[in-house]
């Protein structure tokens, strides 16, 4: 089955410098990844996804690069504020697109 | 516009105790998937249903849980004779149609916690 490995789990950054988070799939069959951002106490919510077509999506300050051939996916934040500060999740299916497995999830702080 | 509602959010139990947790889809969705998370862990599946049909249950433990998601009202996830490692967050989602597809997205709940004492 899918085996998702998400670094690090925890990081720390200044306000306004950049977080990278970075993640690894097993199943070559793999073409859909998404990244969940989770807050204190709520479900996650998607914030930006790709699909193996494309190598790089952006929206605004968050971009997503995905590389088949080494099966690792990573998300970039730049210009970090305190409202980034969240778990993230990276995932990728199972099989499935709705069977997604999860990475254990990373905790970005993000000091003012 | 709600979107997916679950409740009970917190939820405590006695071990041997049963535990049903509701979870209503968004408005037009007709799927619905539950996924549990443990402390410090990513989300696992564990079942994905349509309206009265489970499609797809091969997270699910082989004892004690059960899901349904009848023709009217919410969907169910029934937890018989809880231990204490049943304690964890539930989060329910859906989709307006399977999820992966051009639509993409799965939007979850909030979650219930579940606490066995």
Redesign the interface.
Known sequence: GEN?E?HPSTLSVQEGDSAVIKCTYSDSASN?F?W?KQEL??????II?IRSNVGEKKDQRIAVTLNKTAKHFSLHITETQPEDSAVY?C?A??G??????????TTVTVRA | NAGVMQNPRHLVRRRGQEARLRCSPMKGHSHVYWYRQLPEEGLKFMVYLQKENIIDESGMPKERFSAEFPKEGPSILRIQQVVRGDSAAYFCASSPSLAGGDTGELFFGEGSRLTVL
Do not use: E, T
Request: without cysteine; aromatic residues 20%; charged residues 15%.
């Open positions: 998702v998400q859909y998404p969940y106490g709520k479900g996650p919510q998607l996804d999740f995932a299916p199972h499935s697109d709705y069977k997604l497995s999860f990475g254990a999830g």
